[in-house]
């Protein structure tokens, strides 16, 4: 039984269930047949966007074996690996459902939590999860509270758990900053957050259940994804000084 309560209902709009993934190969079946299920019991119209970012192993071809199986299953490649943030603006760009529901490709959350997100719909535009609690390894733990403990020192607050990857919102709300947004790694959800926030979008935060990773490995605390990920925090905390102050900010590049 989940830790939190969950009140299952038929929702009249369509979902975008939307996902990254670099070398899932082992998740990815497992996952696909439970979004598929959990989304058939909720949703009269649904599909099922996928990201591959390039993946080294045989992500993309488990991906186009799996849509055979299941038709609302639309795989979308990177040729090479963009980062997490790429990997996840390709999966929301290509959403065309009402609602985007955000997830990763993992299998690290229950995903019929799905209805303590959709209950606060009517009153909030992005309703983003926080992990509660969080089961990664302490060194993984530490890093995300201090990560986002310094967006909200550069920002202000957006939100308790910024990277936590289970999101419900509008899909105009993403179409509406997209354009604004150039971080491609890891500081992609704190962009997309900030600016989601100064542009007027109302939040609500729920907890949500999370689960040890089963397969694959994480790649968030490797160095170089650590280096990219603050250098494109300082690039985004200075493109909106500039914009504050008036001046313009040139095109962010890596």
């Known amino acids: 039984?989940?830790?939190?309560?969950?009140?299952?209902?038929?929702?009249?709009?369509?979902?975008?269930?939307c996902m990254p993934a670099y070398n899932e190969e082992a998740n990815l079946p497992g996952m696909i047949a439970d979004v598929a299920a959990v989304m058939d019991e909720r949703f009269d119209d649904f599909e099922i966007v996928v990201a591959?970012?390039?993946?080294?192993?045989?992500?993309?071809?488990?991906?186009?074996?799996?849509?055979?199986?299941?038709?609302?299953?639309?795989?979308?490649?990177?040729?090479?690996?963009?980062?997490?943030?790429?990997?996840?603006?390709?999966?929301?760009?290509?959403?065309?459902?009402?609602?985007?529901?955000?997830?990763?490709?993992?299998?690290?959350?229950?995903?019929?939590?799905?209805d303590l997100l959709a209950a606060c719909l009517d009153d909030a535009e992005m309703v983003v999860g926080y992990r509660s609690p969080r089961?990664?390894?302490?060194?993984?733990?530490?890093?995300g509270h201090g990560w986002s403990s310094l967006v909200?020192?550069?920002?202000?607050?957006?939100?308790?758990?910024?990277?936590?990857?289970?999101?419900?919102?509008?899909?105009?709300?993403?179409n509406a900053v997209a354009p604004s947004i150039n971080s491609r790694g890891a500081t992609f959800s704190a962009e997309w957050l900030v600016l989601s926030k100064r542009a007027g979008h109302v939040f609500a935060e729920v907890p949500v259940s999370h689960l040890?990773?089963?397969?694959?490995?994480?790649?968030?605390?490797?160095?170089?994804?650590?280096?990219?990920?603050?250098?494109?925090l300082w690039r985004f905390r200075m493109r909106l000084w500039k914009e504050s102050s008036g001046h313009a900010t040139p095109a962010l590049t890596d």
């Open 1 to 17: 039984m989940s830790e939190h309560t969950v009140e299952r209902t038929k929702y009249p709009f369509s979902v975008s269930v």
């Open 135 to 143: 089961r990664d390894p302490f060194a993984r733990v530490l890093f």
């Open 212 to 232: 040890p990773r089963q397969a694959g490995s994480q790649t968030g605390a490797r160095p170089d994804v650590i280096k990219r990920a603050f250098a494109e």
């Open 152 to 174: 909200t020192l550069l920002f202000g607050y957006t939100a308790r758990d910024i990277d936590c990857a289970f999101k419900l919102f509008r899909r105009h709300t993403f």
């Open 52 to 114: 591959n970012d390039g993946s080294k192993d045989r992500t993309g071809d488990v991906l186009r074996e799996l849509a055979v199986d299941y038709p609302q299953l639309r795989p979308v490649d990177h040729e090479v690996n963009q980062g997490y943030g790429a990997a996840v603006f390709t999966a929301l760009s290509n959403a065309t459902k009402d609602v985007i529901f955000f997830t990763d490709s993992d299998r690290q959350f229950k995903l019929e939590e799905i």
